[in-house]
């Protein structure tokens, strides 16, 4: 039987390590850019300069996000497993809180021409859509959501085909970044809602220990299609050490510094 590790792996020596410039993926991040850079532009052009440091966390953000999606790390971790979870951890604890803090849909939306703004604005600000986001940012809800979604895509049956198939690789990173979104505006509301810090920060471990128990025993879960030996040995250069602590101190560190 091909395990998916070795398929995915071989696929990648046979186009190469390289950075992946496919138009489905660079198309919608360079609108993401443009989008964003129209705002200021404008601003520019009237002498006028704003939100600095929003620009400077949204531009990190989608720095990061496009670091992991792009560059060879995505290629890589195909082979490496605790690459393939910094790919992960990079979308989902720095490039996506970074975005969300930056606060960036009213930019993105004057980025807009007129005709896709008014829409834009009509269905964003529908009563079903709106009650659907309020309660989805509600921290029960979005922790709950963002943890089913880890879950899921780490049961081995749908991470083995998350390796066979790019399309469905894809669709993973997009349920994280989602998922990830609304988890991190929960955590962003919590000033404004019933909770306060200390239960946003009980989520942020929560979630964190969920990420952490994934990163430590999906390369021992053999026998439900997770080539072992391909994820632990797949270089000389990473000890089995590395390749399980690296994954666990992402997923449990960084959230917590993003507390501080």
């Given amino acids: ?127 079903g859509l709106l009650s659907i986001w309020h309660s989805a940012t509600e921290l029960g809800s979005a922790t709950v959501l963002h943890t089913a979604i880890l879950w899921l895509w780490h049961l081995p049956i749908l991470f083995r085909a998350a390796l066979d198939s790019e399309a469905l690789h894809s669709l993973q990173h997009v349920s994280f970044m989602v998922s990830a979104g609304i988890f991190w505006t929960a955590i962003l509301n919590q000033k404004r809602k019933h909770y306060g810090q200390g239960m946003a920060a009980l989520a942020l471990f929560f979630t964190s220990l969920q990420a952490s128990f994934w990163a430590h025993f999906l390369p021992s879960l053999t026998g439900f299609g997770i080539p072992k030996a391909k994820i632990t040995s797949c270089s000389a250069d990473y000890p089995v050490l590395k390749t399980r602590l690296l994954p666990v101190l992402l997923c449990g560190c960084l959230p917590a510094l993003s507390m501080s």
């Fill in 1 to 127: 039987m091909i395990q998916a590790w070795t398929h995915e792996a071989s696929h990648h020596a046979e186009h190469g390590l390289g950075w992946n410039f496919e138009p489905w993926l660079v198309l919608p991040l360079l609108a993401v850019a443009v989008l964003y850079s129209i705002d200021s532009v404008k601003l520019y052009w009237r002498g006028r300069q704003r939100r600095n440091l929003s620009k400077v966390l949204f531009w990190a953000g989608f720095a990061t996000i496009a670091f992991a999606l792009i560059s060879p790390l995505h290629a890589y971790g195909s082979q490496v497993f605790w690459l393939h979870m910094v790919e992960h951890e990079l979308l989902m604890v720095i490039g996506v809180p970074l975005i969300v803090f930056s606060q960036p849909g009213t930019v993105l939306i004057k980025g807009m021409p007129n005709s896709w703004r008014r829409s834009t604005i009509r269905v964003i600000l529908s009563r």
